[in-house]
């Protein structure tokens, strides 16, 4: 519950853009910068959307003919931080960095456009040999807002989200829980527990020498928000959301910390995106593919910046 305040900001602002007939305004105003990655204005829309959710913004590529420039936007989508991701972000962001929240989140979220530009690049320029598509589209008219539009508008989306959310919080925590619990009893002796500390190695060039916060990224490929779910259930206070951002800002620098943050803004979609992408493309290989893509650039993001803290002294 501690996400429907952010997730109403988002949707409202959505829904504002959405009803006054700016949307489509913006694809033309976004096509020049499309154009760098030989996509046009339609492409912006389908990335736009992916600020509410990465499913509908999957779905919504069906409006690009050009199947090249289709399959690069599904590809790029996951980069754009969905609500869930956001949120996961607006709830560690204060425990890890305080008054310096604000700024970490927003320099998150840039890291994340600017390597979704620059993977749309280069992709471009060496497998599409810079390839552009053309762009003609009917502007719609301005006009008023309408408020009660809106608000149905936020109320649907938001009430959406905390149904799937809540569904799957609900379920995956009493996985995690029980993985946490058997054969022993002790969270320490667990299966979790063991899958976590073989991966400890690994990430501790990410500043993750913890397996509770191992485990909880991986378990965001279920759905996004699991992250606080799972570290709930590891840390052992489900109920106390304070306690629970103290405990875990106890437990990393905040050089990891941050490399935590910046994986999983850039870490593989939820199973849900995922599902859609194979839908979309009717392709396992690209399906895979956009997955692995992902796997290694949040992977490689994180131990990059995590080891160039450490030159400089910041991972203490």
Same mark, same amino acid.
């Given at each position: 519950?501690?996400?429907?305040?952010?997730?109403?900001?988002?949707?409202?602002?959505?829904?504002?853009?959405?009803?006054?007939?700016?949307?489509?305004?913006?694809?033309?105003?976004?096509?020049?910068?499309?154009?760098?990655?030989?996509?046009?204005?339609?492409?912006?829309?389908?990335?736009?959307?992916?600020?509410?959710? #990465?499913?509908?913004?999957?779905?919504?590529?069906?409006?690009?003919?050009?199947?090249?420039?289709?399959?690069?936007?599904?590809?790029?989508v996951p980069l754009v931080p969905c609500t869930a991701r956001l949120a996961v972000v607006a709830f560690l962001t204060p425990a890890?960095?305080?008054?310096?929240?604000?700024?970490?989140?927003?320099?998150?979220?840039?890291? #994340?456009?600017?390597?979704?530009?620059?993977?749309?690049?280069?992709? #471009?320029?060496?497998?599409?040999?810079?390839?552009?598509?053309?762009?003609?589209?009917?502007?719609?008219?301005?006009?008023?807002?309408?408020?009660?539009?809106?608000?149905?508008?936020?109320?649907? #989306?938001?009430?959406?989200?905390?149904?799937?959310?809540?569904?799957?919080?609900?379920?995956?925590?009493?996985?995690?829980?029980?993985?946490?619990?058997?054969?022993?009893?002790?969270?320490?002796?667990?299966?979790?527990?063991?899958?976590?500390?073989?991966l400890v190695p690994f990430g501790s060039l990410m500043g993750l020498?913890?397996?509770?916060?191992?485990?909880?990224?991986?378990?965001?490929?279920?759905?996004?928000?699991?992250?606080?779910?799972?570290?709930?259930?590891?840390?052992?206070?489900?109920?106390?959301?304070?306690?629970?951002?103290?405990?875990?800002?106890?437990?990393?620098?905040?050089?990891?910390?941050?490399?935590?943050?910046?994986?999983?803004?850039?870490?593989?979609?939820?199973?849900?995106?995922?599902?859609?992408?194979?839908?979309?493309?009717?392709?396992?290989?690209?399906?895979?593919?956009?997955?692995?893509?992902?796997?290694?650039?949040?992977?490689?993001?994180?131990?990059?910046?995590?080891?160039?803290?450490?030159?400089?002294?910041?991972?203490?």
């Amino acid at each position: 519950m501690t996400f429907v305040t952010i997730l109403m900001m988002v949707f409202s602002v959505l829904g504002l853009l959405e009803d006054v007939g700016y949307l489509a305004r913006a694809a033309f105003v976004m096509d020049r910068v499309m154009h760098l990655m030989g996509l046009h204005g339609r492409s912006f829309l389908s990335l736009f959307l992916g600020f509410g959710c #990465n499913v509908p913004a999957v779905m919504g590529t069906r409006i690009i003919e050009d199947r090249r420039a289709k399959f690069l936007t599904i590809l790029l989508v996951p980069l754009v931080p969905c609500t869930a991701r956001l949120a996961v972000v607006a709830f560690l962001t204060p425990a890890f960095f305080q008054n310096w929240a604000a700024s970490v989140t927003l320099l998150l979220v840039t890291i #994340n456009l600017s390597l979704l530009l620059m993977l749309g690049i280069i992709i #471009n320029r060496l497998i599409h040999k810079g390839e552009r598509s053309p762009f003609i589209m009917e502007i719609p008219l301005y006009h008023l807002p309408n408020a009660r539009t809106i608000g149905l508008y936020v109320w649907h #989306n938001t009430l959406a989200f905390i149904k799937k959310a809540g569904g799957v919080i609900v379920i995956f925590s009493v996985v995690v829980w029980a993985f946490s619990w058997f054969p022993s009893g002790e969270i320490e002796t667990s299966f979790l527990a063991d899958f976590g500390r073989r991966l400890v190695p690994f990430g501790s060039l990410m500043g993750l020498s913890d397996w509770r916060l191992i485990v909880a990224l991986f378990s965001s490929f279920v759905a996004k928000e699991n992250t606080i779910a799972t570290l709930g259930v590891l840390f052992g206070l489900q109920d106390q959301s304070l306690g629970l951002t103290t405990r875990i800002a106890a437990v990393i620098s905040p050089a990891g910390a941050f490399s935590f943050l910046l994986v999983q803004m850039l870490f593989i979609p939820c199973v849900a995106t995922v599902a859609v992408i194979k839908h979309e493309t009717a392709s396992w290989r690209f399906t895979l593919l956009s997955v692995m893509v992902l796997f290694v650039l949040s992977l490689s993001a994180g131990i990059c910046v995590y080891q160039i803290a450490r030159v400089f002294g910041w991972a203490r």
